[in-house]
């Protein structure tokens, strides 16, 4: 099972909107809605952020939203903040009771 | 409140053998699943597999049949990964995770256990 491709890096400034990608493939990301998004500031516990693609657990700010278009999903962070900085990572079911993650993005907020 | 306590960290020589504990508790331990996830040092997630709560029957990924060992105690809501034939790239943070439905999202986290295989 290889792990999904995500962009090792991306950017904004505080107010912005970026979009971190999480491409996979037909058995994974495009075969199933079941793709979560997880953040994790450095030294910390992963935090799950969305789950079944596009929901949001209790308490993640609306600020959050992801989505998914054939064998890529998508998180979205508009309204950036200084605490959004963190790595964040897709995962997502891969058939047979199995599941994938992707390698991680580090989100900087200039 | 949903709790996942793990043993504290380890260090250990190359061959020996670990098993690190994940105490559940605010919950009924026997309706969710029982995931372990692996981060190597600046690196990133990697999931080892899941257990079966209810049943015991235990699932592993690629690349961690054979020295990887999931078990359960339900009379104490925890559960065990050991790590045996231990080798220096299997230094790494493992963390439990509960799973939802069983295995779609991991909805709480264990802090961690730090484990080191250096001789």
């Known amino acids: 099972q290889s792990a999904l491709t995500q962009p090792r890096s991306v950017s904004g400034s505080p107010g912005q909107s970026v979009t971190i990608s999480c491409t996979g493939t037909?058995?994974?990301?495009?075969?199933?809605?079941?793709v979560s998004w997880y953040q994790q500031h450095p030294g910390k516990v992963p935090k799950l952020m969305i789950y079944?693609?596009?929901k949001r657990p209790s308490g993640v700010p609306d600020r959050f939203s992801g989505s998914k278009s054939g064998n890529t999903a998508s998180l979205t962070i508009s309204g950036l903040q200084a605490e959004d900085e963190a790595d964040y990572y897709c995962?997502?079911?891969?058939?047979?009771?199995?599941?994938?993650f992707g390698g991680g993005t580090k989100l900087t907020v200039l | 409140q949903v709790q996942l306590v793990q043993s504290g960290s380890e260090l250990k020589k190359p061959g020996a053998s670990v098993k690190v504990s994940c105490k559940a508790s605010?919950?009924?331990?026997?309706?969710?699943?029982m995931n372990w996830v692996r981060q190597a040092p600046g690196q990133g997630l990697e999931w080892i597999g899941w257990?079966?709560?209810?049943?015991?029957?235990?699932t592993y990924a690629q690349g961690f049949t054979g020295r990887f060992v999931f078990s359960l105690d339900t009379s104490v809501s925890t559960a065990y990964l050991q790590i045996n034939s231990l080798k220096a790239e299997d230094t790494a943070v493992y963390y439990c995770?509960?799973?939802?439905?069983?295995?779609?999202?991991?909805?709480?986290w264990g802090q961690g256990t730090l484990v080191t295989v250096s001789s």
């Open positions: 995770a509960r799973g939802f439905s069983p295995i779609m999202y991991f909805d709480y």
């Open positions: 605010g919950y009924s331990f026997t309706t969710y699943a």
């Open positions: 257990i079966n709560t209810n049943t015991g029957s235990p």
């Open positions: 037909s058995s994974d990301v495009g075969g199933y809605n079941y």
């Open positions: 079944d693609v596009s």
């Open positions: 995962c997502s079911y891969a058939g047979t009771y199995n599941v994938v």
